[in-house]
């Protein structure tokens, strides 16, 4: 079973559109299609706003969505967990989040308000953290903005993801839908691949 975990001081950068997304991704590889492999990907929601569940009750996702304590019994059997965490969560309860997982996701929004909080959280990471920050709601061409705050990461020795997540409607949309954007019916469902570049990133780094 592998673990992952979505977290960050700051609110709104997209940590569980991130989660769900992911989650798919992974529910693809876990279930083939089987309804009855669905279990072998979890979203556990772990943010009292619950909006990983919320999504999941206005329509359907392709995985579990269950809250912490009706997560555990879940948990084995599993291929995959994913874990959506509120925003700001306590130094200690970072450093556990971190402990605890095969990598930890950073989402971060390519600006300079959410830069500092994101650094912040990298340092209180513990030492040998497996973690890595994702640039989302990067806004499009020709903004350079994404690719400068990549840069600019990669050479303050930062981990980041080379795909970063495009911002689109759509991601709104998928969620009032309750859907991943994957599988809307308009053309801001395109945006889906930016989170399949990001799956593949991570099963490189997750199987090793
Ligand atoms: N790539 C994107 N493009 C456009 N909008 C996006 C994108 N990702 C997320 N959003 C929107 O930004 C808002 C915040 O996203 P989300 O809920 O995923 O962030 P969060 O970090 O989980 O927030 P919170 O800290 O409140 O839990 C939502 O309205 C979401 O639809
Ligand atoms: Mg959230």
């Known amino acids: ?13 997209g940590k569980s559109t991130t989660a769900i997304h992911l989650a798919t991704y992974f529910s693809e590889l876990a279930e083939r299609g089987s309804e009855a492999d669905r279990g072998k990907t979890l979203l556990i929601d772990s943010d009292p706003n619950r909006t990983a569940i919320k999504w999941s009750k206005r329509g359907e996702l392709p995985f579990i969505v269950e809250d912490e304590r009706k997560a555990i019994k879940l948990i084995p059997g599993c291929d995959y967990v994913i874990v959506d965490t509120p925003a700001r969560p306590a130094s200690d309860d970072l ?7 095969d990598l930890l996701i950073l989402p971060t929004i390519p600006d300079v308000v959410s830069l500092e909080p994101m650094l912040a959280t990298a340092e209180d990471l513990p030492a040998n953290s497996n973690y890595r920050v994702l640039l989302c709601v990067v806004p499009p061409y020709p903004s ?15 981990p980041v993801f080379n795909a970063m997540i495009r911002r689109t409607s759509g991601f709104g949309k998928a969620a009032i839908a309750g859907i991943p954007i994957r599988d809307l019916k308009d053309k801001t469902k395109v945006a889906w691949s930016d989170y399949q570049a990001v799956g593949k990133e991570i099963e490189e780094i997750i199987n090793g």
């Open 144 to 158: 350079k903005e994404g690719e400068q705050m990549k840069a600019d990461l990669i050479e303050g020795g930062v």
């Open 1 to 13: 079973m592998k673990l992952i975990t979505v977290t960050g001081y700051k609110g709104g950068c």
């Open 95 to 101: 450093k556990e989040l971190a402990e605890g997982c």
